[in-house]
């Protein structure tokens, strides 16, 4: 037997029908053991020694594994084909290596592209060992990452807290998001105009131009900064004659884009499909390790985790032929297109991401597919057939336009484009983030000399724009083009910055959070050169020469931890009015944006006479006044409601006057969300907004009323106390004493009226209380014959009966409403003596507790204590009688039938529940008390005894 490992179970099904019987596949389930949470994971005192541990969940998998192995004559490792499919080999044979379950035995490393049977028997034609250099490569990578991590963050924690952790990659990518912030907050907007004729030729065709000179000086985008400067353009062409003074085209070729690599596919994706990173990573991974087409699953496409952008001849060769079948053979060109990478440090050998058969068309597996899987399915295989097909052909015209009036020129120009032959574009245009351009328009046949009729001229003003926020396609764009981190590390870092509350996202874009920007300025002051583009770039240059085997790994791993250590040591005498002077001039223009008027943005408006500065507490940084304990005054860092207005300080909006003391109302945003505040002071009086309540809809006299709480909402009918509304710790609630009620979903805490709050209090007060889904006291059916209230109620899973302690959920299709105090009777002995979820009671069994029918996860079944057998389709579970449903338990138990004691009189009619009638003698017999245990079964390998009834 020889065993095959792969990480997943997915791509262990797909491989395994390629491989013969003599072959056993098995998955890791990705990697199986890392370095050990804690610090001294790697120790740089002994030579960067790394201690690995195996994680519960790993170490069954490899039990398993290590027990086929045991009697395996071959082991065949076969990982993904990258640095971390390497180091997962590498990893299964160190463990079994330690196991000594290797002795004697071949182990091979065999790596595919793509999960096809020609791809993968291929492999096992070609073995090799474990490469070394990308297992160092792996190794170096995971050291450094540890000591960045394990070094910085307790840095960050001791002297900035509130922050979670730093990351070598991770904080780098923070700090593209917080310059870009910067720049967005620095930028002065900038006015302009625009001048354009809306003119026809002399066959009555329109078109526009745009004004590009004046009296032989040239005009730019930016010249015409006011609107005077426009409308003496204006008035200076209202008699202006108009003439085509030049005619220039021009053909031109636009060529296809190369196939997918794992960041393009990322950009592209999050484009045109509006799908995040990490998702289409998790699609992609399903689509690469094999989905069921029809005849079994397969790959559909080659690994998804690259930065090459060749492809193999034979994938080359076949999308040529799909090219020339399906749009002729003039979209085919004379020689096949080659692609090199230009990504800064792009390093991996295998292929860009492509279908792995180009014959297998989108529209032929969508139906195999979930809707997300055939849309990136459709996405790569376009973008392939597109990268192999001939450029398109263009034709740009661009005609100047002559205008003279009142002895000036002013010059005009009109551009635009016709498709002569489409090419690639008749299949794949890519995404954009920017807008198309404006000479994409097709122009009418005009001539040189030709007189040009005006219709009319538009002068509009414009602002120039601020750099835009990146979205998570366009970061990764910026990270490739820096050569930060590598292509499978993209999706899971923009991950850690959203998980640790440093960005968000709202509308695609992602916006740096106070968290975040603090980090990023305390890295920019104390350790620069790690948040520093080129540093961050050139670490992943030497992590490519470790891999090419043109660098030791430990030498890395020393130059680096030689410096750091140093950066790490300086920082431990900091004070922390260093920290803070260095934080405030660095976020200055964030948390104290200019007020304008030459007003001091950091005095302190409620003291008025003490400075601003960010301070640290417990729980993270905040505004406050120098002046304290004087003066207590605090505020969030920035403004994240509604935005600052005339008279109003960031972070806060104030809604008026409260009529009675003449104290400010604001709406505030704090650590715990938003909130009403009343006045200023040590402990000023404060409100949480109910949940459903957005701060855009608090008005001055919601406000006042949130304040108001708790308010009195009735009296108690029984003490005549009051009965409360407010909201606490854990939402709005009603009180009485100090007996609490949870609002419904529907309540209002500022309009619920007496009666409901009754309701609420008295269903709590009376044992049933007021769930948060809704159910109350219930409806009372009558007195059990063991003593206590009988009742139906409403729950979470459905409605049921209740008795005590005792509760018994109805099956499926019982009305509530119309259950009756003998049916909720048998629901609850059935329940009370065999433990499971009641059903139609069908009798008493011989060897003692009741035998029910119920309806469980697959169908209908019988159940006896802990007996269950199921029906047969062919049986009616409403119409199964007691002695059909002991043959169905004993040919269960594998037993003879027993004897069965008599059920209830045919005749009485079946209840809605399905439980029948109790009769006279059976009424006589007081129900099984709601704590007795049920009869035990009989041992296994007896026949249970009958036993005869008393009459």
């Not at 792995?356 to 597919?369: C, I, N, Q, Y």
């Not at 961050?536 to 410096?563: C, I, P, Y």
């Not at 040591?569 to 002077?581: G, I, S």
Request: charged share 30%; hydrophobic share 35%; aromatic share 6%.
């Amino acid at each position: 037997m020889k065993v095959v490992i792969v990480e997943s179970p997915a791509k262990a099904k797909t491989i395994n029908k390629y491989l013969g019987k003599d072959y056993g596949v098995y998955a890791s389930y990705g990697h199986v053991r890392d370095l050990t949470a804690k610090d001294g994971s790697v120790d740089p005192e002994d030579d960067f020694a790394m201690r690995w541990e195996v994680d519960a969940k790993s170490a069954k998998r490899m039990s398993d594994i290590g027990a086929a192995v045991k009697d395996a004559e071959r082991v065949i490792l076969a990982t993904d084909p990258d640095r971390e499919g390497e180091a997962i080999s590498w990893h299964i044979h160190e463990i079994l290596k330690n196991k000594r379950l290797l002795k004697d035995k071949r182990v091979d490393r065999v790596v595919f592209n793509a999960v096809t049977k020609d791809a993968v028997q291929e492999a096992m034609r070609n073995p090799r060992e474990i490469d070394g250099a990308l297992v160092d490569a792996y190794r170096a990578r995971r050291a450094l990452d540890y000591l960045v991590g394990f070094t910085l963050s307790p840095v960050l924690w001791r002297k900035l807290p509130g922050a979670r952790s730093a990351g070598r990659v991770q904080s780098v990518a923070l700090r593209l998001v917080c310059d870009r912030e910067v720049e967005i907050e620095k930028f002065v907007a900038r006015e302009y105009w625009s001048i354009v004729a809306h003119l026809r030729t002399e066959a009555q065709a329109a078109f526009s131009a745009r004004l590009v000179g004046a009296d032989g000086k040239k005009i730019s985008r930016l010249d015409i900064g006011s609107g005077e400067e426009a409308r003496a353009f204006e008035a200076a062409l209202e008699q202006a004659k108009f003439s085509v003074a030049a005619i220039e085209s021009k053909p031109l070729k636009r060529h296809p884009w190369p196939p997918f690599t794992t960041s393009t596919l990322q950009q592209e994706a999050s484009r045109k499909l509006g799908m995040a990173p990490a998702r289409t990573m998790q699609i992609a991974q399903r689509l690469y390790e094999g989905v069921d087409v029809g005849d079994g699953p397969v790959g559909l496409i080659t690994y998804m985790r690259t930065d090459g952008v060749d492809l193999a001849p034979e994938a080359v060769a076949a999308a040529r032929k799909v090219i020339a079948k399906e749009f002729g053979d003039n979209y085919v060109p004379s020689a096949p297109r080659k692609y090199t990478a230009k990504a800064k440090n792009a390093q991996e050998a295998h292929e860009a991401i492509r279908p792995t058969e180009m014959t297998r068309r989108p529209r032929d597996v969508a139906r195999h597919l979930e809707p997300e899987q055939a849309k990136l399915y459709e996405l790569i295989w376009t973008r392939t057939i597109a990268c192999q097909m001939e450029s398109a052909e263009l034709e740009r015209t661009t005609v100047d336009i002559l205008a003279e009036a009142a002895g000036r020129k002013l010059d005009f120009r009109a551009t635009g484009q016709v498709v002569r032959f489409p090419g690639f574009l008749a299949l794949y245009q890519e995404g954009r983030d920017d807008e198309e351009d404006e000479d994409s328009a097709r122009l009418p046949p005009m001539r040189q000399g030709e007189r040009l009729e005006k219709d009319r001229i538009d002068t509009s003003q414009h602002f120039t724009e601020p750099p835009p926020r990146y979205t998570e396609a366009t970061l990764i764009k910026r990270m490739e083009e820096l050569g930060i981190g590598r292509p499978s590390t993209y999706a899971s870092t923009l991950a850690t910055l959203r998980d640790r509350d440093y960005v968000r996202l709202e509308k695609k874009r992602l916006i740096p959070e106070d968290k975040g920007r603090l980090v990023t300025a305390f890295l920019e002051s104390f350790f620069s050169k790690y948040v520093e583009y080129d540093f961050t770039a050139g670490l992943e240059e030497q992590l490519d020469q470790v891999s090419n085997h043109e660098m030791d790994w430990k030498e890395l791993l020393r130059a680096f931890w030689k410096d750091f250590s140093g950066a790490v040591d300086e920082t431990k005498d900091l004070r922390t009015t260093q920290v803070l002077d260095s934080l405030n001039t660095l976020l200055g223009p964030h948390i104290f944006p200019d007020k304008g008027a030459g007003v001091d943005p950091r005095l302190c408006p409620s003291c008025g006479k003490g400075q601003l500065s960010l301070k640290l507490g417990k729980f993270g940084a905040f505004i406050g006044c120098a002046n304290y304990p004087e003066c207590k005054y605090t505020r969030v860092l920035s403004p994240t409601g509604a935005e600052s207005g005339e008279g109003e300080r960031p972070g806060v909006r104030v809604l008026g006057q409260d009529p009675d003391s003449g104290d400010e109302i604001s709406l505030r945003n704090g650590r715990f969300g938003e909130y009403v505040q009343q006045g200023e002071g040590e402990k000023p009086k404060r409100s949480s907004l109910p949940k459903g309540l957005k701060p855009d809809d608090v008005t001055l006299e919601k406000a006042l009323k949130l304040l108001s709480l708790p308010r009195e909402v009735a009296k108690h009918p029984t003490s005549g106390d009051p009965i409360l509304a407010g909201i606490g710790r854990y939402g709005a609630y009603v009180q009485h004493g100090k007996t609490y009620a949870n609002l419904g979903r529907d309540d209002d805490v500022l309009e619920i009226g007496a009666n409901r709050a009754i309701d609420l209090i008295v269903a709590k007060e009376s044992g049933a209380g007021a769930s948060r889904f809704g159910a109350g006291a219930g409806r009372a059916l009558g007195d059990h014959p063991d003593g206590g209230a009988v009742s139906v109620r409403q729950g979470r899973y459905g409605a049921y009966v209740s008795h005590g302690k005792v509760n018994a959920t109805l099956p499926k299709g019982t009305d509530p409403a119309s259950v009756t105090l003998d049916e909720a009777i048998a629901h609850l002995k059935a329940k009370a003596a065999g433990g499971g979820v009641s059903g139609r009671l069908v009798g008493d069994h011989p060897g003692g507790g009741p035998v029910t029918v119920r309806e469980g996860r697959f169908g209908p079944y019988v159940n006896w204590g802990k007996v269950n057998a199921t029906i047969p389709k062919s049986m009616s579970p409403d119409s199964i009688a007691l002695d059909e449903a002991l043959e169905l338990l004993a040919e269960r138990e594998g037993k003879p039938a027993p004897v069965a004691r008599k059920a209830p009189e045919k005749k009485a009619e079946t209840t809605k529940a399905g439980a029948k009638p109790a009769t006279k003698t059976a009424a006589a017999k007081p129900a099984a008390p709601a704590k007795a245990k049920a009869a035990k079964p009989p041992a296994a390998g007896t026949a249970p005894k009958a036993r005869a009834k008393k009459t």
